[in-house]
C-alpha cells in the first residue's frame, strides 16, 4: 500500500469525525465503514441512489473512476489502493464481524499494510 495514502486513511480512522456503520462503505445516515474512510481520505466524492425500495450510496473518484459496490471495494478500486482480496475481506471482518473500532482497525493497518 502507498505510504501517503496508507498515513492519509490512517489519520481519517483516527480523527473522530466519522461514525462507524457496517455492512456498508457509507450509509444513508453518513456513517462509514473502515473502507468507506479509505475512499473518502482520497478525496472520493458519494452519490445516492435508490435501488428496490433501498437508499445505497456509489463512490466516485477524482479520475471520474466509479465504485458501485455497496458494501465493498471493487477489484479496479482494490487495486489502484494496494489492497487484496483477503485484506480486505479481513478488514470487512474487524469492522462488521469482530465490532471492531476505528482506532483498532487503524492499528492492525499501521502493523499488516
Not at 505510504?3 to 444513508?28: F, H, M
Not at 475512499?39 to 465504485?67: C, F, V
Not at 455497496?70 to 485484506?87: A, H, I, K, V, Y
Amino acid at each position: 500500500m502507498d505510504k501517503d495514502v496508507k498515513e492519509q486513511w490512517l489519520t481519517a480512522l483516527r480523527s473522530g469525525e466519522y461514525k462507524q456503520c457496517i455492512g456498508e462503505l457509507k450509509n444513508p445516515g453518513g456513517e462509514h465503514c473502515c473502507l468507506g474512510v479509505l475512499l473518502q481520505s482520497q478525496g472520493w466524492k458519494t452519490t445516492p441512489y435508490h435501488k428496490d425500495n433501498a437508499d445505497y450510496t456509489y463512490y466516485m473518484s477524482p479520475q471520474g473512476d466509479i465504485n458501485n459496490e455497496e458494501c465493498e471495494l471493487s477489484e479496479n478500486t482494490r487495486s489502484e489502493f494496494g489492497l487484496t482480496r483477503p485484506q480486505e475481506v479481513h478488514l470487512m471482518s474487524l469492522n462488521d464481524d469482530k465490532g471492531w473500532s476505528f482506532k483498532l482497525i487503524s492499528k492492525w493497518i499501521e502493523d499488516h499494510l
